[in-house]
């Protein structure tokens, strides 16, 4: 079984609906994080979240938020998502003291019409 | 101007040949830089890691620093059809700080 399952795999949804993507870990990693990739853009941090108790934004949060429901589950939301936001989604996880090594997860395609 | 900027390719090589994968940076506190594989529809891998300035070798893969002129590079060696993939840098100023994506270089390693 994969360590970080993302789902769903694919969405296809329309402008201004609200949309859950959803990751879980096996490897019982603290540090849990959600990207975005975009060609030409790369990957880019949305959240991240050190425990439970510890979210933190990153470099482009607005229009997202997310949920740390325990420390293997961490949830990205789009409250009313817009075409901009269809992109590859990403989650990652890493352990305390190695935290340069992030572990991904097969990535979900979304796709706002 | 971008913190990390790379190459896309597409990049295109013989099987055997000497691979040369670079990014340049502009943030000169970035410490930690790494090299991730990332295979068609799946997930990007760490493939190398390195702290500061110097050389690290792995097998086929050696990954390079050069911190006084703000470049990193990715070699592979006697490359493989398996090599074939987009290898995405990655950069940080201090451990479990934000990392920092470079856009992704696609190679192709025909047989």
């Known amino acids: 079984d994969a360590d970080v399952t993302q789902t769903p795999r694919n969405r296809i949804t329309k402008t201004g609906k609200r949309i859950m993507l959803e990751c879980s870990q096996t490897?019982?990693?603290?540090?849990m994080y959600w990207y975005r990739q975009d060609p030409g853009l790369g990957l880019r941090l949305i959240y991240y979240?050190?425990?439970?108790?510890?979210?933190n934004k990153g470099e482009i949060s607005d229009g997202y938020s997310v949920s740390r429901q325990a420390q293997a589950k961490f949830s990205l939301s789009l409250e009313s998502a817009i075409p901009n936001q269809t992109a590859l989604y990403f989650c990652?996880?890493?352990?305390?003291?190695?935290?340069?090594?992030?572990?991904f997860g097969p990535g979900t395609r979304l796709t706002v019409l | 101007q971008k913190e990390v900027e790379q190459d896309p390719g597409p990049l295109s090589v013989p099987e055997g040949a000497i691979v040369s994968l670079n990014c340049t940076y502009s943030?000169?506190?970035?410490?930690?830089f790494m090299w991730y594989r990332q295979y068609s529809r799946k997930g990007p891998e760490l493939l190398m890691y390195?702290?500061?300035?110097g050389n690290k070798e792995d097998g086929r893969f050696t990954a390079q620093v050069d911190k006084s002129s703000k470049y990193i590079s990715l070699f592979i060696r006697d490359s493989q059809p398996s090599d074939s993939a987009t290898y995405l840098c990655?950069?940080?100023?201090?451990?479990?700080?934000?990392?920092?994506f470079g856009t992704g270089t696609s190679l192709t390693v025909i047989p």
């Open positions: 490897k019982g990693h603290d540090r």
């Open positions: 943030n000169s506190a970035f410490q930690y």
């Open positions: 979240s050190f425990d439970v108790k510890d979210i």
């Open positions: 390195t702290y500061s300035s």
């Open positions: 990652a996880t890493s352990e305390r003291g190695r935290y340069n090594e992030q572990f």
């Open positions: 990655a950069m940080s100023e201090y451990t479990g700080n934000q990392f920092y």
